[in-house]
Nanobody, 117 residues
Framework: VQFVESGGGLAQSGGSLRLSCAAS????????MSWYRQAPGKEREWVAS????????NYAVSVKDRFTISRDNSLNMVYLQMDRLKPEDTSVYFC???????????WGLGTQVTVSS
């Protein structure tokens, strides 16, 4: 499997960013997909998930009503729209298959999101 995350960067508090994840080497449309994040010195945590059809979504309490996960099965892509960003959203963001626990042991390099206050 392969995951390539992109779209991170520096944003001001209250701003927005849109992350993208290109997935390959597995049957993308058959799997739920999730976003995760890892801040310095902390364990990786689940952020949001979307089912294989794209019609059911779940979010961590910390990002609910601010982040939106979506997917395009024709392109093998999953996205994370992040609005009303907070400094505590600063992390490296990753994608993987699964609803909460990651399905695959292989991870991409992630994309860095830094939110300034």
């Amino acid at each position: 499997v392969q995951f390539v995350e992109s779209g991170g960067g520096l944003a001001q508090s209250g701003g927005s960013l849109r992350l993208s994840c290109a997935a390959s080497k597995f049957t993308f449309s058959s799997y739920a997909m999730s976003w995760y994040r890892q801040a310095p010195g902390k364990e990786r945590e689940w952020v949001a998930s979307i089912n294989s059809a794209g019609n059911s979504r779940n979010y961590a309490v910390s990002v609910k009503d601010r982040f939106t996960i979506s997917r395009d099965n024709s392109l093998n892509m999953v996205y994370l729209q992040m609005d009303r960003l907070k400094p505590e959203d600063t992390s490296v963001y990753f994608c993987n298959a699964g609803l909460r626990a990651a399905t695959f042991a292989s991870w991409g390099l992630g994309t860095q999101v830094t939110v300034s206050s």
